[in-house]
C-alpha cells in the first residue's frame, strides 16, 4: 500500500519532527535559502523557497518518488504504453508538442508523430485562412467571428488560451460557448451575423450532449437565417476523434479535424481543440505555444528530480495533502488575461485525481486529489485572502505572475507585482503578538492589549511562486504543461489513473434518463428527486 512504503513512513516522521519549524526562522538561518530552493527553465522563474521544507524534506520526497516508481512510469508514458489502463489506451499529450522531426513514438504498431502533424497542419491552415480571409462566407463576406463550441477539455483549454494571449490576437473574434443552459448560444448569437460567422463544433466523442444541442442551435440559426444548405461547409467545422459522428451530424469531411483516442480531453489543447486559440493567435503563435510545452516536456523527461520543475511542485503537493492534511490550493495568477487560468486547472487536476481506487482497482489508502481554486490575483485578495492570512486551515498558494505587460498603464504593473510578492511574503513570514503590539504602541494599553491579538497572523504558510517575463505563447506553454505533469507525478505516487474519469461519465448516464421525464411527467425515483421532476413541470405550465 502507499502509504506502508518505508519512503511513505520516513516522510510521516519526518513531518512529526519538523512541523513546528517556523519559515521565518528557516529564512532567517539560512540566507542562501532562496538559492537552492528554486529553479529557472527558458526564463522561467519558480521559487518554492516559502514552503514549510528543508532540504532533508526534499530529499525524502525525492526518495518517494523513486519508491513510487516515478521514473518509470514517465518512461511508460513517453514510450506510448497504455497506462491509462482502464480505458486501456496511451496518455500521449507530449507527442502533441514533438517537432515533426521527433522520433517514432509508435502506438498500435503506427508511428504517431506524422498523423499529429498531418492533422495539425490541417487545422491552422484552416485557421489561416480564416485569419487572411482567404475563407469567406458563403456570400462572399469575410469571416469576422468564430464560435467555439465545446465543454470541459473540449472548451477550458483553448477559452483560457486565446484570453491569456489576448495581446496576441488576430482580427477574428473567438467566441466560446459551452453551457447546456441556452442562455449561452442565446447571448453570444445575438451580437453575431451569420454570413460573417463561423463555429467550430469541439467534442472529442462527438457524444456530449451539452455541445451537440448547442451545435444544433447553431447550425439552426445559421439555417433559419436563410443561408443555404450547401454553405454548412463554409461556416461550420468539427473536432473530433471520433470523425464519423461528426460527419453525421452535417460536417463536411474536410471540415473535420482528427484528434486522437490516446489524448485525454484536460490534455487535449496542444491537439485539433486548439483550433479556438489558433484563430484567435494565428498559427505561428500557436505553434509557439506548443514549442513553449515541449520545452518544459524536455526539462520533466530530463532532469533529475531534486531540480525537475513538475516534479517538485507534485511532491510539494502530495507533502501537504498527506502530511500535513492542507484543506486545499489555490491558484493565483496576477494577471487578468489569465483569470480562466484556474478554471482549466480545476479539470486537469480534480478531474485527474479524483480517484478512490489505485490501478490494480483496490482502494487507496490515502487522500488523492486537491480542492483547487482560485481568482485573478488582485480580485481574490479582496474576497478570500483573509481565509489564508487569519483563517484556520492550512491552504497552499501557487502565485503566477508576468513581471511586465504590453500596456504600460501608468505604475500599475509594479503595483500589481508588488502585491502578489507581499502576499508570499504575508503568508510566509506572518505577524507575531509582539510586533502587533509594537505596532500599535500609541494605543492606550488596555485597548492595545484588546487589538493586538486581532492583528496577529500565524505564518508559515506555504506559496510556490512562478515568474516570467511576459505572458507569451511560449511562457503559457511552458506553464501548462508544468502543471500537466505535476497532475501525472501525483497520480503515479497516488497509484491511482488519472487518466480516466468514470464519475463524470456516471452523472451523463443519470441525467440521459431524467430528461424524458421532465416531458413525460413519470418518474421512479426517491421522493426528492420525483419532486424536482414535478416543480418542473409545473414551471413548464
Ligand atoms: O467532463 C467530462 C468529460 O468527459 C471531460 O473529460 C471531457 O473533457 C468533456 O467531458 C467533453 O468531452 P467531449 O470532448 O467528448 O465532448
Not at 511508460?76 to 514533438?98: C, F, P, Q, V, Y
Not at 498559427?283 to 513553449?292: A, D, K, M, T, V
Not at 481554486?373 to 481565509?387: D, I, K, R, V, W
Not at 503566477?400 to 508570499?424: D, E, H, K, L, W
Amino acid at each position: 500500500m502507499t502509504t506502508q512504503s518505508p519512503a511513505w513512513q520516513k516522510l510521516a516522521e519526518h513531518q512529526q519532527a519538523t512541523s513546528q519549524l517556523h519559515m521565518r526562522d528557516l529564512f532567517a538561518a539560512d540566507a542562501n535559502r532562496f538559492n537552492a530552493m528554486h529553479e529557472t527553465l527558458h526564463g522561467l522563474l519558480f521559487d518554492y523557497s516559502k514552503n514549510r521544507i528543508t532540504e532533508e524534506t526534499l530529499t525524502l520526497l525525492c526518495n518517494l518518488a523513486d519508491s513510487a516508481k516515478v521514473k518509470q512510469r514517465m518512461q511508460a508514458m513517453r514510450r506510448g504504453d497504455k497506462i491509462n489502463t482502464s480505458e486501456n489506451r496511451a496518455s500521449l499529450h507530449i507527442a502533441l508538442r514533438l517537432p515533426e522531426n521527433a522520433d517514432p513514438i509508435m502506438v498500435d504498431g503506427e508511428n504517431i508523430v506524422p498523423k499529429v502533424h498531418t492533422e495539425l497542419n490541417r487545422a491552422l491552415s484552416f485557421a489561416g485562412s480564416i485569419i487572411d480571409g482567404s475563407h469567406t462566407g458563403i456570400t462572399g463576406k469575410r469571416i469576422t467571428d468564430l464560435v467555439h463550441i465545446g465543454i470541459g477539455g473540449s472548451d477550458l483549454g483553448p477559452q483560457m488560451g486565446a484570453q491569456a494571449l489576448y495581446f496576441y490576437r488576430t482580427g477574428v473574434r473567438v467566441h466560446f460557448v459551452s453551457n447546456s443552459d441556452d442562455a449561452d448560444i442565446a447571448q453570444t448569437l445575438t451580437t453575431l451575423d451569420p454570413e460573417t460567422t463561423v463555429f467550430s463544433i469541439a467534442s472529442k466523442s462527438f457524444g456530449t450532449p451539452e455541445t451537440l444541442l448547442n451545435g444544433q442551435a447553431a447550425r439552426d440559426w445559421y439555417l433559419q437565417h436563410g443561408l443555404p444548405e450547401e454553405g454548412i461547409s463554409h461556416h461550420f467545422c468539427a473536432i473530433s476523434s471520433n470523425v464519423g459522428a461528426a460527419i453525421k451530424f452535417g460536417i463536411p469531411p474536410e471540415r473535420v479535424f482528427g484528434m486522437f483516442d490516446w489524448v485525454g480531453g484536460r490534455y487535449s489543447i496542444w491537439s485539433t481543440i486548439g483550433f479556438p486559440m489558433m484563430v484567435a493567435v494565428g498559427p505561428e503563435n500557436f505553434r509557439e505555444f506548443l514549442r513553449g510545452a515541449h520545452a518544459m516536456d524536455e526539462h520533466f523527461f530530463n532532469t533529475e528530480f531534486r531540480h525537475n520543475i513538475p516534479v517538485l511542485m507534485a511532491l510539494l503537493n502530495v507533502w501537504y495533502n498527506n502530511f500535513y492534511h492542507s484543506d486545499g490550493h489555490t491558484t493565483v495568477p496576477y494577471s487578468h488575461n489569465m483569470r480562466r487560468f484556474t478554471a482549466w486547472l480545476n479539470q486537469l487536476d480534480m478531474e485527474s485525481c479524483g480517484k478512490q481506487r489505485t490501478l490494480d482497482g483496490k482502494p487507496v489508502d490515502c487522500i488523492t486529489g486537491g480542492i483547487i481554486f482560485g481568482e485573478e490575483g488582485p480580485n481574490c485578495q479582496h474576497a478570500y485572502f483573509q481565509l489564508l492570512h487569519q483563517g484556520t486551515r492550512l491552504i497552499p498558494a501557487d502565485f503566477i505572475v508576468p513581471m511586465t505587460t504590453p500596456y504600460g498603464i501608468g505604475r500599475q504593473n509594479r503595483f500589481t507585482v508588488a502585491n502578489a510578492f507581499a502576499q508570499s511574503e504575508a503568508l510566509m513570514k506572518g505577524k507575531t503578538l509582539e510586533e502587533a503590539r509594537a505596532e500599535l504602541s500609541a494605543l492606550p494599553e488596555a485597548e492595545r492589549e484588546k487589538l493586538a491579538p486581532q492583528k496577529e497572523f500565524p505564518g508559515n504558510r506555504p506559496s510556490n511562486s512562478f515568474l516570467f517575463d511576459k505572458l507569451d505563447p511560449f511562457n503559457l506553454g511552458m506553464l501548462m504543461a508544468a502543471y500537466e505533469h505535476r497532475t501525472f507525478v501525483q497520480g503515479v505516487i497516488w497509484n491511482i489513473n488519472p487518466f480516466d474519469q468514470w464519475g463524470v461519465e456516471y452523472g451523463k448516464v443519470l441525467a440521459k434518463a431524467i430528461e424524458p421525464e421532465l416531458e413525460s411527467g413519470t418518474s421512479a425515483h426517491d421522493s426528492s428527486t420525483n419532486s424536482l421532476v414535478a416543480f418542473y413541470r409545473q414551471c413548464q405550465k
